[in-house]
């Protein structure tokens, strides 16, 4: 298997600098073709590490390959594609742009071997999806702002304990993690915030309706998934992620069940 020169999330957030520049078949050939490349780089991806450098004396590794996180690269690149068939006609080529970054990013998070990496572009796919509700229209304005800070704080909580992981280990590789310290827990918290686990919930059915047709599209496949994906990889076999998923399965229900606009149901 040959594996790609970079990350492929790099293709859509690279690719979307090129999305306002174009118009006509252009633009939808870049729209299409995007998520397709990034498609294919992700099934080149092998096992192990693939890149590997040195900042500021941390060992990032932008780019690991395994079954898991291939396939969530895999499904966040699908989706990619059909929120840009989707899309075609929307003519906020700024929508578009920050929803490639956004979708990029959670590729990159997918494919991330670091905590460094997975930070980085954990807080890039914040800015992406709220530029992308901003785009919605001035009702978008408010719960934009309201869906940044509540992405930010959990950022903020993944960056403290990110930092104290590295202090107490000595290591910045994303891997299993148990919930023995501190820092684990602030990792956890951030990643339990992206996912919408109560009590921070609401941010998401407040933030998503407001967003455009084309743009919720995106905003419905990447966030929460991301978070799911983070939470397999570093806390596999955490008993208290059972409890918190029932609750959130019957606290969706029922609010569900409440609610009569469509967009904040789904």
């Known amino acids: 298997?040959?594996?790609?020169?970079?990350?492929?999330?790099?293709?859509?957030?690279?690719?979307?600098?090129?999305?306002?520049?174009?118009?006509?078949?252009?633009?939808?050939?870049?729209?299409?073709?995007?998520?397709?490349?990034?498609?294919?780089?992700?099934?080149?991806?092998?096992?192990?590490?693939?890149?590997?450098?040195?900042?500021?004396?941390?060992?990032?590794?932008?780019?690991?390959?395994?079954?898991?996180?291939?396939?969530?690269?895999?499904?966040?690149?699908?989706?990619?594609?059909?929120?840009?068939?989707?899309?075609?006609?929307?003519?906020?080529?700024?929508?578009?742009?920050?929803?490639?970054?956004?979708?990029?990013?959670a590729v990159g998070v997918a494919l991330a071997g670091d905590l460094i990496s997975v930070f980085v572009f954990w807080e890039m796919m914040a800015i992406g999806s709220t530029l992308v509700i901003w785009c919605g229209g001035p009702a978008g304005r408010g719960a934009g702002l309201r869906y940044a800070a509540i992405h930010l704080f959990g950022g903020v909580l993944l960056m403290a304990g990110i930092a104290g992981e590295i202090a107490a280990s000595g290591t910045t590789a994303f891997g299993k993690l148990d919930l023995s310290t501190f820092p684990r827990w602030l990792i956890l918290a951030g990643f339990l915030i992206n996912a919408g686990a109560p009590p921070l919930a609401a941010w998401l059915p407040d933030a998503y309706p407001e967003a455009s047709w084309s743009g919720m599209v995106f905003l419905s496949a990447f966030t929460t998934k991301a978070a799911v994906y983070a939470m397999l990889r570093g806390f596999p076999g955490v008993e208290l992620l059972i409890w918190i998923g029932l609750f959130m399965v019957f606290y969706g229900i029922v609010y569900a069940i409440l609610e009569n606009d469509m967009r904040r149901i789904l």
């Open 1 to 105: 298997m040959t594996s790609p020169a970079f990350p492929p999330g790099l293709v859509l957030i690279l690719g979307a600098v090129l999305l306002p520049l174009l118009r006509g078949r252009l633009r939808t050939g870049l729209l299409l073709g995007l998520p397709l490349l990034t498609l294919w780089l992700v099934t080149q991806v092998p096992d192990g590490e693939i890149l590997r450098f040195s900042f500021l004396g941390f060992d990032l590794v932008p780019l690991r390959g395994d079954r898991l996180s291939r396939l969530f690269a895999f499904v966040f690149a699908l989706m990619a594609f059909a929120g840009a068939l989707f899309a075609l006609r929307q003519q906020r080529t700024t929508e578009l742009a920050a929803a490639f970054v956004y979708a990029g990013s």
